[in-house]
């Protein structure tokens, strides 16, 4: 038996690397530590593995999305292990742990996820969230000041900013395993497999994984003007914006459909797509 503790070198600011060789001194064995961002072929990778060999997997919630996408198709036998060492931590934190906790395993969490299409085009799989609307606007901007060379991102201040002064709210037709649905002046507009995205938003605090009936959430906070929506917008934080009926509507489904009458930016378990028209959750 071996332990292969895959890091994302990028993930945690850059500090990831350092946070996963801290598993040296808990993991018993010989263990092998792999930059992941120089794995070139998964197929290959897992096929030199082990039956008894266990994975360890250090970094974020975008290093999980990575994984998740990279090995899709690939008949995993090994266990994984999740060793939280990102940002922001959504996945960690909905299930149940802390970054830097001991690395619990995973496989049930990695298996059979929620599918988004992206204007019909862009397919992949998602762990979190998938955020249209503001929340999309977000990451994008997020992206452009990390572009700029800036290391500590308020996501909280960018959502302020974009309410108040950058962020226009759309129209959106919602398609609900069939029914169809009609929003005006929609903000925010994601679907969850889990409860967290953003670093700590909670925009379906009622959301479970691995729920028998697999639904995923979709969030319409709508129909108010900036002013309003800036005064209940903290409420996200907590998942109490779910008690204010006039401005948030919750659906659940198994294929979920949003379209926006123009092109916004959306966000993949924090990735940035910019002018996007319209997402289909399947699960």
């Known amino acids: ?15 990831c690397e350092d946070d996963a060789r801290m598993l040296a001194t808990l993991l018993d064995g010989e ?36 994984f998740v996408n ?33 690395p619990v395993k995973i496989n049930e969490y990695i298996a059979n996820l929620p599918t988004v299409t992206v204007d019909n085009d862009i397919k992949a799989k998602f762990i979190n969230g998938v955020g249209y609307g503001i929340d999309g606007y977000c990451a994008d901007e997020g992206e452009r000041l990390r572009s700029l060379g800036k290391k500590k991102i308020n996501y909280t201040n960018i959502a302020v900013k974009g309410l108040l002064f950058f962020y226009r709210p759309t129209n959106a037709t919602v398609i609900i395993d069939d029914n169809e649905y009609f929003f005006k002046k929609v903000w925010l507009a994601p679907t969850m497999n889990g409860r967290y995205y ?7 605090p009622n959301q479970r994984r691995l729920r028998d009936d697999k639904r995923v959430t979709l969030m319409i906070f709508h129909g108010a003007g900036k002013l309003r929506t800036l005064i209940n917008f903290p409420s996200i934080f907590k998942g109490e914006h779910v008690n204010n009926q006039k401005l948030v509507t919750i659906f659940e489904g198994k294929k979920i459909t949003v379209k926006f009458d123009r092109p916004t930016p959306l966000q993949i378990d924090g990735e940035t797509i910019v002018n996007v028209r319209e997402y289909t959750v399947e699960v």
């Open 1 to 15: 038996m071996k332990n292969y503790v895959l890091f994302n070198s990028l993930a945690g600011g850059g500090k």
């Open 31 to 66: 263990t092998e530590f792999i930059n992941l961002l120089k794995i070139k072929s998964y197929q290959l990778f897992f096929s030199t593995l082990n039956g008894d060999d266990k994975l360890f997997l250090c970094g974020g919630d975008g290093t999980l999305n990575k």
């Open 70 to 102: 990279n090995t899709e198709g690939i008949d995993i036998k090994n266990d994984i292990y999740y060793f939280p060492c990102g940002t922001g931590n959504d996945f960690a934190t909905d299930i149940g742990f802390s970054a830097c906790s001991y």
């Open 198 to 204: 953003g670093g700590g938003m909670m925009p379906a």
